[in-house]
């Protein structure tokens, strides 16, 4: 019974590092629900994860290609920054593979209704966007180190295209990630939800 017991902590003490290793940061998570506002960073090593929302309100909007770096190599991303961002009906899903005993694990975020989830200095290094687009006052070509209406230090490298404006809105917002990072970020009645297999936003 001992030797048993001993296996159910080995087991829980790994998913727990594997969460970590996701960067969903459970408990960070959780006290931020309870004050409302948390500053966060996300980064995801070696999986990328999706998200998903009804429609999505942001200003100072910036574009760039970047490189995003794992454990174990780069990954071409389009950087998006947004100084403010609201969106509605949000869900974020990541798949951690393989834990002993279990094998794939789903751990869902979702906060619902209208601005279920708002973010300043949202910065998101997307693989993969899907979703109806409107700008408002947008600048095409802009050279990526001259950005300078996105969020603080939201620039790329000198040369390469840029893209920017003064608001951006998103319709039935479905993409993929690598990483996330804000300086707030706010849940209404936010809920996570860890499921056995696969249970993505979309």
Same mark, same amino acid.
């Given at each position: 019974?001992?030797?048993?017991?001993?296996?159910?902590?080995?087991?829980?003490?790994?998913?727990? @590092? !594997? /969460?970590?290793?996701?960067?969903?940061? =459970?408990?960070?998570? @959780?006290?931020? @629900?309870?004050?409302? !506002? /948390?500053?966060?960073?996300?980064? +995801?090593?070696?999986?990328?994860?999706?998200?998903?929302?009804?429609?999505?309100?942001?200003?100072?909007? =910036?574009?760039?290609?970047? +490189?995003?770096?794992? !454990?174990?190599?780069?990954?071409?991303?389009?950087?998006?920054?947004?100084?403010?961002?609201?969106?509605?009906?949000?869900?974020?899903?990541?798949? +951690?593979?393989?834990?002993?005993?279990?094998?794939?694990?789903?751990?869902?975020?979702?906060?619902?209704?209208?601005?279920?989830?708002?973010?300043?200095?949202? =910065?998101?290094? /997307?693989?993969?966007?899907?979703?109806?687009?409107?700008?408002?006052?947008?600048?095409?070509?802009?050279?990526?180190?001259?950005?300078?209406?996105?969020?603080?230090? !939201?620039?790329?490298?000198?040369?390469?295209?840029?893209?920017?404006?003064?608001?951006?809105? /998103?319709?039935?917002?479905?993409?993929?990630?690598?990483?996330?990072?804000?300086?707030?970020?706010?849940?209404?009645?936010?809920?996570?939800? +860890?499921?056995?297999?696969?249970?993505?936003?979309?």
């Amino acid at each position: 019974m001992v030797e048993s017991g001993a296996r159910g902590r080995t087991r829980w003490g790994r998913f727990a @590092m !594997a /969460l970590a290793a996701g960067g969903l940061g =459970v408990g960070v998570l @959780m006290f931020g @629900m309870s004050s409302g !506002a /948390l500053a966060a960073s996300f980064t +995801v090593a070696g999986t990328s994860f999706k998200a998903s929302a009804d429609g999505l309100e942001g200003t100072g909007f =910036v574009q760039y290609g970047s +490189v995003d770096r794992s !454990a174990d190599k780069a990954h071409p991303v389009a950087v998006n920054g947004m100084r403010t961002a609201k969106l509605d009906n949000f869900c974020q899903s990541m798949v +951690v593979p393989g834990l002993p005993g279990v094998g794939e694990v789903t751990v869902k975020i979702t906060a619902g209704g209208e601005g279920g989830m708002t973010a300043e200095n949202l =910065v998101i290094n /997307l693989e993969e966007l899907n979703a109806d687009l409107t700008l408002g006052n947008a600048q095409i070509g802009v050279d990526a180190g001259q950005l300078s209406k996105g969020p603080e230090g !939201a620039v790329g490298t000198a040369g390469t295209l840029g893209l920017q404006a003064d608001t951006i809105r /998103l319709g039935a917002l479905r993409q993929t990630a690598w990483s996330t990072t804000a300086s707030t970020l706010r849940f209404k009645g936010m809920k996570l939800d +860890v499921f056995s297999g696969r249970n993505e936003c979309f």
